[in-house]
């Protein structure tokens, strides 16, 4: 696993410099230091950028942004792509074990990488346990399943717990405090603030070897922040872009990205399926694989997948114990 120690700290907030960015056509110092700024700290995040988003985080104009994101492609060799490369770039598809083999065999095999898995449910459902497993597993040998990598934990509801994780690496026959540094932690207080944290996230993805991205909850400060009928397209706005930055973070690098969310469990709902996923249609096409966790009978959890474009639905049992998630 590659490692520098010159690079940036994630938790304090440092500004890791990954590339020079001033060997792009149109970036002095200045602007460079600008990119960075703002979190445009690789080639391919600048590559993958519209000129109107470029303009406006830097203050420049959209030509000059276009230029710049035309260099940055060019560094990449980013363009069209045949369907035989398209179909190689998902050749590089991993799947990531849950360590719960019923689960697994109901996804697929693991969550995918380049692609947004969700896991919806009520409170107390288990979807903070399931976070953490994978937090876990994702650092498994790729023989066991795992991908060998890196994690960035995006914790909105501060319930992220590093003796958990030990207790689960354990179980896993992972060392614990390995296990732990190969976690990056971030604690996000506003949804400024998570879209922030997210955008800076993407320097770490290649000097840290991130595999999977988490987001629990994926839109509590949204929600929370935006309330009221007035303020929803705004919010709906913010999401979206939010979606897409994390699709870009999986497939620029590889890597799997799970979000938590909640259900719709307000009162005032007074139609459709109280148990419906919050977030509306912008999560909902953003997300490719859903997942829905309930509490069932004697403690047990049903995990039913919601929705897949490849497989069928259905649903399995699982227990949460000292151990992780285990089936039941
Ligand atoms: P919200 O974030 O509140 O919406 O809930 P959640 O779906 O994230 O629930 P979470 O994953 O936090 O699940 C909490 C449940 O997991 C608890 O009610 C416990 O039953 C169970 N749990 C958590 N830690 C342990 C543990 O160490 N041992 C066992 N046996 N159960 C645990
Ligand atoms: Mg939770």
Redesign the pocket.
């Known amino acids: 696993m590659p490692r520098k120690k010159s690079e940036g700290d994630f938790e304090a907030g440092g500004e890791p410099t990954t590339v020079d960015l001033t060997e792009l056509e149109g970036v002095g110092p200045q602007t460079a230091g600008k990119l960075a700024s703002m979190g445009y700290t690789t080639f391919e995040s600048i590559a993958v950028a519209s000129p109107a988003e470029l303009a406006a985080s830097i203050g420049v104009s959209e030509t000059t942004a276009s230029k710049i994101i035309a260099s940055a492609r060019k560094r990449l060799k980013i363009g069209v792509e045949t369907a035989y490369d398209y179909y190689l770039k998902r050749k590089n598809i991993v799947k990531i074990t849950t360590g719960v083999r019923s689960l697994d065999s109901l996804i697929g095999g693991g969550i995918e990488t380049q692609t947004i898995t969700e896991i919806y449910?009520?409170?107390?459902?288990?979807?903070?346990?399931?976070?953490?497993q994978l937090a876990v597993t994702t650092q498994l040998p790729i023989d066991k399943g795992g991908y060998e990598k890196g994690v960035l934990y995006i914790d909105t509801?501060h319930?992220f717990?590093p003796e958990?994780i030990a207790?689960i690496a354990e179980a896993f026959g992972l060392d614990p405090v390995e296990t732990l540094k190969n976690i990056w932690y971030a604690r996000v207080f506003t949804s400024d603030h998570q879209m922030l944290i997210t955008e800076k996230a993407e320097a770490l993805m290649r000097p840290k070897n991130i595999g999977l991205v988490i987001i629990?909850?994926l839109i509590s400060h949204f929600r929370g922040e935006y309330v009221g009928r007035e303020t929803l397209a705004v919010r709906q706005q913010k999401l979206n872009l939010y979606m897409h930055k994390l699709l870009k973070l999986a497939t620029v690098y590889n890597a799997a990205v799970l979000v938590?969310n909640?259900v719709l469990a307000d009162p005032s709902t007074f139609y459709g399926d109280p148990t419906r996923p919050a977030g509306g249609h912008i999560l909902g096409h953003g997300v490719t694989m859903r997942l829905y966790?309930r509490k069932g009978k004697k403690?047990v959890r049903v995990i039913r997948l919601m929705k897949s474009p490849y497989l069928p639905e259905g649903e399995v049992e699982v227990?949460?114990?000292?151990k992780g998630i285990i089936e039941a």
């Not at 459902?125 to 399931?130: A, V």
């Not at 227990?319 to 000292?322: D, G, M, Q, V, Y």
Request: charged share 20%.
């Open positions: 449910g009520p409170y107390g459902s288990g979807k903070t346990q399931l976070a953490h509801e319930t717990r958990r207790q629990d909850s938590t909640q966790i403690g227990l949460i114990t000292e």
